[in-house]
């Protein structure tokens, strides 16, 4: 799922020329990727017949990544306007690993608030603030730290950062 403000990032902060239709975004993905046939999945924002609608259909665990003060603010009061809205709150309800990586800094009360009130819900926030102590050279390392720590909560391996004291 990627939403429009999504996709506006996407093309603002990478090189990266994503097209908006949701089949070519999936292909488009995929090769980017190298997934095989059927292994990425893109969801259209209103396709509230996907999978991850339903606590019957949905995944193991969910990341919004980056995960706006909006979305934040939507999610943690139940709007499920759109599907990465719903797809999270679905994972709330049933007990799922949620990972939220907000960006945006500073944080007024309300956006502490909301990531209070998703924490006691069991989501994990994790906002994109890289260390320092593994001395990134470029921007992609720091990237890879943050994406290292969302792995961690996954319980995926990964190499990207050696653990604090390697």
């Known amino acids: 799922m990627v939403s429009s403000a999504a996709q506006v990032v996407l093309a603002t902060e990478t090189d990266l020329k994503v097209p908006s239709a949701t089949s070519a975004m999936q292909a488009f993905f995929s090769e980017l990727y190298g997934a095989e046939t059927g292994q990425l999945r893109v969801f259209a924002k209103q396709q509230w017949m996907a999978p991850v609608a339903s606590g019957s259909g949905g995944g193991d665990a969910m990341v919004v990544c980056p995960c706006s003060t909006g979305s934040l603010s939507a999610i943690a009061c139940g709007s499920?306007?759109?599907?990465?809205?719903?797809?999270?709150?679905?994972?709330?309800k049933e007990r799922r690993k949620l990972i939220?990586?907000?960006?945006?800094?500073?944080y007024s009360e309300i956006h502490l608030e909301h990531m209070l009130k998703l924490t006691r819900m069991s989501a994990v926030v994790i906002p994109a603030s890289p260390g320092f102590y593994n001395r990134p050279q470029t921007v992609a390392d720091m990237v890879d730290f943050v994406v290292a720590r969302i792995m961690s909560q996954l319980g995926?391996?990964?190499?990207?950062v050696p653990a604090w004291g390697e």
Do not use: F, G, K, M
């Not at 306007?81 to 709330?92: G, P, S, W």
């Open 156 to 160: 995926l391996p990964q190499t990207l």
């Open 100 to 106: 939220l990586v907000p960006r945006e800094a500073p």
């Open 80 to 92: 499920s306007n759109n599907l990465i809205e719903r797809a999270a709150d679905v994972h709330l």
